[in-house]
């Protein structure tokens, strides 16, 4: 079974993976590490990219007055499973329709169940992160059964797509 990555692991290793790019001196390197910490333990990139998600899907005319309008909607929320933080921003982007519409993608045949390797793949795709080690820790019975219906995959995917903390509400007036 694999490793559950803690928040810290990962703001490790992104830096880790930075650094030598960009060729940063060593006696930086544990204040860039504890940079990376804190951007990983408080998902500053995964409320980024809502912002920019939404900015781009709705390209409204005054940008950074639509920026401030979510950064006031937006609740900090602690998961009460992980203690991570989630960003809310009131209803999630990808609604249950878009969940279906993707597990209907992977069941090309019509069977009403795709291989678990698929629900994992779509977990990646809508930004769940460690899809794989998700599933073999959190859903074991599932990988045992090699294939999941469409009922839980929806429930799956929607309950970890938005325990990630990917959620945002488009304004209609921001056009």
């Keep these: 079974m694999a490793k559950e990555i803690s928040t810290d692991e990962d703001g490790i290793k992104m830096i880790e993976t930075l650094l030598p790019k960009l060729r940063i001196k060593e006696l930086h390197h544990d204040k860039l590490k504890g940079i990376g910490k ?18 781009l899907t709705t390209r409204p005319k005054d940008v950074k007055g639509t920026i401030v309008n979510l ?43 795709i291989p678990v390797s698929y629900m994992v793949d779509a977990l990646a795709v809508v930004g769940v992160p460690e899809a794989k080690q998700l599933v073999e820790i959190k859903y074991p ?13 929806l429930y799956i995917i929607e309950e970890e797509h938005r325990k990630s903390g990917f959620a945002f509400k488009l304004d209609d007036n921001s056009k």
């Design 38 to 55: 804190y951007v990983a333990k408080h998902k500053v990139q995964e409320l980024f990219n809502e912002l920019l998600v939404n900015i």
């Design 71 to 113: 950064l006031k909607k937006v609740n900090k929320k602690i998961s009460p499973e992980n203690k991570e933080v989630i960003w809310d921003f009131g209803s999630n982007y990808l609604e249950i329709g878009d969940f279906e519409t993707l597990f209907d993608t992977y069941d090309v045949l019509g069977v009403h169940h």
């Design 141 to 153: 019975e599932i990988l045992e059964e090699g294939h999941v219906n469409k009922v839980t995959f």
